[in-house]
């Protein structure tokens, strides 16, 4: 490739979605074959790596046609996807920590990797073996699922008809005696009188296997017991497509523990039953993608799988009918997972919908929490019942009003507050703000709301004095008006805008006097006095007119959420806006696009033109 295109020239090519061409790697000085995955703009786009699996964002000025010699060479690198794992909680997105886990240990690595089935399409279903830290070989799927970044998935295994089924049931460890009454358990309850071993080749087959189906049919998993207090931790397994929230209690997690062990040790499967016609609640024996054991229940039949619940988790899996046994397991011990709904939520529609419950996966899944459990039954998981329900008598307010810009034409004094990139900013008109009709000065501290009462600077000031006074945030909604703290340590009005993180909680906000953004802790959330609400977002999202990115760009460091344009280009624009006064005029465009001009004739972007920063947009 570097003969072909090492001398070669730029050549101006509409790029679309799927073109194939040749990309200049600028770093490695290396042409690489690419695939076109998205037109960003005019001059950026998104190319697929396809020798090597990356994504570049790149400027079109990097990429040539490719010949049509190295098209019918087979791409280098084979698209692989793991077996056996599923995103954890039941989501079908798979989450930033398990992609960066995944990142860490594979990229660069080399790794011992085993295909599953090759039909020729992809991507791959394949088994990666390779080193951890310490330099034992793992099983990336397995250690996934350890860490409990991903939920175990039930493939098909290959199994042998002809082996003979062994289930030897042998309890060797101790009673669980805490968890409930000596009355009902006792260690001779759990042992046994005699093993029972069936196989599908000896003529007594059909008796063993009744044995076994009696002691299926004569009873199932007893439900979980209800902890006799009022506060206790516990560890959330996963929530359910219906909101359902599984936990396990905390005290309880070593004794979950020595009952798995005891399962692995004990119980061993080999080769299949004879088809058996499962019924919807029947309790089972599954086992896992892990390979491990688990007790089950059957939730629902059809097409020759099954959907299990693991009783002592709360997950729940379509799986192989072949992949469960009709047995039940140390049935006189409770199983583990407590189902619970959150106190006082209701889902909008009374139907809980996917996002909500991906939320409440990202938010609970995998972490200790604070369990208040009420009388009649219902669980209220209080850590993060502020985040989902406003509390009783917390204010439901409007979103605010905006301001609308002069007809197009006129020519009106404006201040930039924020840019989010050189052709798009946050302005306010200074003319409404103070409510005069000549030049003011474009300083914060001159621009207010002119009402028949206060300003809004004066409330504010109020506000600020007394912010100890206002109740915090209780209400987490989309577009939820509020006061947030500024880095200044002063409080400005806000509006919610989605939840950052999780664990500590942080909220993304919007400054709606300014249009700048902030992610903040709850504690520097407060609820807005209603009388706030009557002053309109004085901040203006508007787009400028008479420029664009520059077709021929060759600065490598771009705005990593607008890569069409450079970072050099967005310090030139703060350069040409901080400090000035300014006007714009407004255009015939139906969304709010405006000329900025320094002076009365002067247009801003002009400067930015001249350092080669942005093309004239005619």
């Known amino acids: 490739m570097a003969a072909i295109y090492e001398n070669s020239k730029f050549e101006q090519v509409k790029w679309e979605s799927d073109m194939y061409c040749a990309i200049h790697i600028r770093d490695l000085n290396q042409w690489q074959r690419g695939k076109i995955s998205r037109v960003i703009s005019e001059t950026t786009v998104e190319v697929v790596l396809y020798d090597f699996g990356t994504k570049e964002i790149v400027n079109i000025i990097c990429l040539r046609k490719l010949d049509e010699k190295l098209k019918p060479i087979r791409t280098l690198a084979l698209a692989c996807s793991l077996v056996d794992i599923r995103p954890a909680g039941g989501s079908k997105q798979w989450t930033a920590t398990a992609c960066d886990c995944i990142s860490y240990y594979l990229t660069g690595a080399v790794a011992n990797i085993i295909i599953q089935e090759n039909d020729g399409s992809e991507p791959l279903p394949v088994k990666i073996f390779c080193n951890d830290e310490a330099g034992q070989l793992i099983d990336i799927s397995e250690y996934l699922v350890k860490k409990g970044l991903n939920s175990p998935f039930i493939n098909n295994y290959d199994a042998d008809p002809e082996k003979p089924l062994e289930v030897p049931l042998k309890q060797e460890s101790p009673c669980l005696n805490e968890l409930i009454p000596e009355t009902e358990c006792t260690p001779q ?8 071993t069936l196989s599908v080749n000896e003529p007594k087959e059909h008796d063993s296997k009744k044995l076994v189906l009696k002691s299926r049919m004569d009873g199932a998993y007893k439900p979980p017991i209800i902890p006799d207090m009022k506060e206790l931790k516990a560890i959330i397994n996963c929530v359910g497509d219906d909101g359902t929230v599984y936990m396990v209690p ?9 009952l798995m062990t005891d399962i692995q040790n004990n119980f061993k499967c080999l080769g299949l039953l004879e088809p058996y016609c499962w019924k919807k609640e029947d309790a089972c024996v599954v086992r896992g993608s892990d390979t ?29 009918e072949c992949h469960l046994y009709p047995v039940v397991l140390y049935a006189d011990i409770p199983t583990f997972c407590i189902p619970c709904q959150l106190y006082k939520i209701v889902p909008v529609g009374n139907f809980w919908q ?102 809004l600077d004066q409330v504010l000031k109020h506000c600020n004095q007394n912010v100890e006074s206002l109740p915090f945030l209780t209400d987490f909604r989309p577009e939820m008006p509020c006061l947030a703290e500024y880095n200044d340590g002063l409080w400005y009005r806000a509006k919610l805008l989605s939840v950052k993180e999780f664990d500590p909680v942080n909220i993304l906000v919007k400054f709606v006097d300014y249009g700048s953004t902030g992610k903040l802790p709850t504690s520097r959330l407060r609820q807005i006095p209603s009388h706030l609400m009557q002053y309109p977002a004085q901040a203006v999202k508007v787009l400028l007119a008479g420029f664009k990115p520059p077709l021929y760009d060759t600065e490598k460091k771009r705005i990593p959420y607008c890569p069409e344009w450079s970072m050099q280009a967005l310090w030139a624009m703060i350069d040409c806006l901080q400090g000035k006064k300014l006007y714009a005029s407004t255009t015939q465009s139906p969304e709010h696009t405006v000329f900025l001009y320094e002076d009365e004739q002067c247009l801003v972007h002009m400067k930015l033109v001249e350092m080669g920063l942005a093309d004239l947009d005619q």
């Open 292 to 320: 491990m054991w688990y007790r089950g229940k059957v939730t629902e039949i059809g097409g020759g799988t099954v959907r299990v619940l693991y009783v002592d988790y709360g997950y729940i899996e379509k799986i192989p």
């Open 354 to 455: 996917q996002d909500a419950v991906e939320l409440l996966q990202e938010l609970l899944t995998k972490r200790v929490v604070e369990i208040h459990l009420l009388y009649f039954g219902k669980k209220e998981l209080s850590r993060w019942q502020e985040l989902l329900l406003s509390e009783a008598g917390a204010p439901v307010l409007p979103p605010y009003t905006m301001l609308t810009l002069p007809i197009p034409g006129e020519l009106f004094p404006v201040s930039v507050k924020h840019l989010v990139s050189p052709n798009k900013v946050y302005v306010i008109n200074v003319c409404l703000i103070t409510g005069l009709n000549q030049q003011s000065d474009t300083e914060d501290n001159d621009v207010s709301w002119d009402l028949e009462s206060e300003s």
């Open 250 to 258: 905390k005290s309880l997690e070593n004794e979950l523990n020595k």
């Open 189 to 196: 309850c759990l042992v046994p009188e005699k093993q029972v």
